[in-house]
């Protein structure tokens, strides 16, 4: 088996190395320290008298921040060892890591201290396909100082690494010679600071004395009053409290500043999400708006300054529509492969409406409203503009980079993973269902941002009319009487794609479902062919395409099932919502640590151990956010006026839980429940 990674993250800033705190180019995994898409350190290898060192444990303090406790030579060395290393790692706008040596000898000793250092500059979308760059290296021993630099074009990254203590340099690393007394130590600080040009020319380098200051101070206390503004949680069930604070932390770490921008928003997640992913940052924003508020002004704001506004086929950006991703590596700066800014996604546009009308209902912001009702009204016009691809009213995707545009250009974005029962791919332009919920609930959310704040109650009629006929339209259209659920997809002719998919659920979350349909919607979601036991499948077993450890097409996403869960208890589907969120939260419990991604589809008497997926992204922003929604939706929060509603419905085993000091419109409340077995053993004392 492979030997664990161990990561660091600082938002877009991010070191992995392996076990012993080491870093070597390995084609499989992203080691490295990157950032904003580069890799700034390819290999940073620490060895005393010439021998690679072993790990004896490690203490990972916070996100930014770990500790390796090492010592030389192979593992007969352990017991007896003369001399222990601390590597001491933190990330901030750079790198740092203090190596300390201790001599536990009773006499002086004499050590050669060498860490190896390198980058290739290679783009994190690269990682697996490495290309040759020329890399320019200047060593001085002067100043202890060793700088690595890449330029193309205007295209520049540069790293720089400074000691604290007289180093001999050379063009592949630094040796340090040193005497250390009985029981004695010595260390240095090693800073690795980042260079960007051909953006902004943004300088991430810090003060090399000042460094680790600024991270146990500035980012602790970031971290302390993020916590601290989110309401705290006291729970019976055991590990809940700490599931719910590692996923605020998690969200903590999952926060960066793009270029030229103010606020920090919410990235996708690590290793290969470190940036802005339009659907991941507006869903991560809908989980979160009980638990932390702030990113969703941040987010719209971020996204409507991007939003596309001309027909560009390379970049599938069209006028009005939303950004899919935001990308800085060399590969989008030249268009080798999809540009920096990209735009194909169908999901994001009508999805940035619906964020936006739920900001205001929890927050009150009507001023974010006012200001951002053009973006939302070219949101708005997009998804019957160019979202209507055939004309007969239903948002369909066809990419328009047809080199190396996005495929399937919903939130089951993998090639394979829109297919019929039979596993055949429909044609194109495709219409999966969920996009006409969120298009069904993007023009509710809109007639109610017109009518009360826009001034414009004709449009607000006018899309309260559309929404209706889509609703009609699609319960028509979607529906497969004969098997009691909604079709995957249709097809540009009008025909089902006929597949059983976890799509439904976000039927359910949007309000397109017809009200004597959604049982029948929620037995499939929790039947045996959906439901493993973990959570939700994305795709149903029995069907030719389902695999297990297919990411669309079998595979279990917490993301996907918060969503469900709350689309279950909006149609008053509780005890089906109470058993998904037990489900989740029991994969997570027993995982410990982030969220995953993803996990597989596999039953859970047969593994009995939730099994993670390699490609999963850990942590990941709507994985983390699943954990805070899934919590708000078994306690039944939901803003009403200037009031919050709480309506509980907690699985059995939870016992009392109590979220407090919520935040909102009406200050802070605090919500109280307790499942039902909890409450009748209360009754009868």
């Not at 002004?297 to 409507?304: D, E």
Request: charged share 25%.
């Amino acid at each position: 088996m492979k030997q664990e990674l161990v990561h660091v993250i600082a938002g877009n800033l991010f070191a992995i190395s392996d076990a012993q705190g080491d870093i070597e180019t390995d084609p499989q995994a992203p080691l490295g320290l990157f950032a904003y898409d580069t890799r700034f350190l390819s290999h940073w290898v620490l060895r005393i008298d010439g021998e690679r060192i072993n790990a004896l444990s490690r203490d990972d303090l916070t996100y930014f921040e770990t500790r390796f406790f090492l010592v030389p030579g192979a593992a007969s060395h352990y017991v007896d060892a003369d001399v222990s290393i601390i590597r001491h790692r933190s990330v901030h706008d750079c790198f740092h890591e203090n190596i300390t040596v201790l001599n536990h000898s009773s006499q002086p000793a004499e050590f050669t201290v060498r860490v190896e250092m390198a980058s290739d500059f290679t783009d994190i979308i690269e990682v697996g396909q490495l290309r040759q760059r020329a890399v320019e290296v200047s060593a001085d021993s002067a100043n202890q100082q060793l700088v690595l630099r890449y330029q193309r074009d205007r295209f520049v990254r540069e790293t720089t690494v400074r000691s604290t203590v007289p180093a001999e340099v050379d063009e592949r690393g630094m040796t340090f010679q040193i005497r250390i007394a009985p029981d004695g130590k010595w260390e240095t600080d090693l800073h690795v600071s980042v260079t960007m040009g051909g953006e902004d020319g943004r300088d991430l380098r810090a003060d090399l004395q000042s460094h680790q200051q600024i991270v146990r101070t500035g980012m602790e206390e970031d971290l302390v009053q993020w916590l601290d503004r989110a309401p705290q949680l006291v729970a019976e069930r055991k590990g809940l409290e700490e599931l719910y604070q590692g996923s605020l932390a998690d969200l903590a770490a999952l926060r960066y500043r793009p270029l030229s921008y103010r606020e920090r928003v919410p990235i996708g997640g690590l290793p290969w999400a470190m940036g802005l992913c339009g659907r991941d940052a507006l869903i991560t924003c809908l989980q979160t708006m009980a638990f932390t508020p702030e990113l969703a002004p941040a987010t719209l704001r971020m996204l409507a300054l991007m939003q596309g506004g001309q027909l560009d086929d390379a970049l599938d950006e069209e006028p009005g529509k939303i950004l899919a991703q935001l990308r800085y590596g060399e590969t989008g700066a030249f268009s080798d492969r999809t540009s920096a800014l990209y735009y194909g996604a169908a999901d994001t546009t009508p999805l940035f409406v619906v964020l936006l009308d739920e900001h205001e209902r929890w927050s009150g912001d009507a001023d974010l409203v006012r200001e951002l009702r053009h973006p939302a009204r070219m949101a708005l016009d997009w998804i019957d503009e160019y979202g209507d691809l055939t004309g007969d009213g239903y948002l369909r995707y066809q990419r328009r980079n047809e080199r190396d545009g996005t495929i399937n250009q919903c939130w089951k974005d993998s090639p394979d993973a829109i297919v019929d029962a039979s596993g055949r791919q429909p044609a194109f332009p495709r219409a999966t269902c969920e996009l006409q919920g969120y298009a069904y609930d993007a023009k509710r959310r809109g007639a109610r941002l017109a009518r009360e704040f826009w001034g414009d109650p004709a449009y607000a009629d006018r899309l309260e009319r559309e929404a209706a006929a889509l609703k009609e339209r699609f319960n028509r259209d979607f529906w497969l009487p004969h098997r009691e659920h909604y079709a995957l997809a249709l097809d540009p002719y009008g025909e089902p794609v006929d597949a059983l998919a976890s799509n439904i659920g976000h039927l359910l979350w949007s309000g397109i479902v017809a009200d004597d349909r959604a049982e029948a919607v929620a037995e499939h979601l929790v039947g045996p062919r959906l439901f493993s036991g973990w959570g939700v499948r994305t795709f149903a077993t029995g069907q030719r395409a389902y695999n297990p450890v297919g990411t669309h097409l079998g595979a279990v996403w917490p993301s996907d099932n918060a969503l469900i869960a709350a689309g279950l208890r909006r149609y008053r589907l509780d005890v089906q919502a109470a058993r998904i969120a037990d489900g989740i939260f029991d994969m997570a419990q027993t995982l410990g640590g982030a969220t995953p991604g993803v996990i597989a589809g596999y039953e859970r008497d047969l593994t009995t151990y939730p099994v993670q997926l390699t490609t999963s992204c850990r942590p990941q922003a709507w994985s983390s956010g699943a954990m805070l929604m899934l919590l708000g939706t078994i306690l039944g929060l939901r803003p009403t006026g200037d009031n919050l509603l709480v309506n509980p419905a907690v699985p059995e085993g939870f016992g009392r839980l109590e979220l407090l000091d919520i935040p909102g419109r009406w200050g802070h409340s605090d919500a109280y429940a307790r499942d039902r077995t909890t409450e009748r053993r209360h009754r009868l004392h």
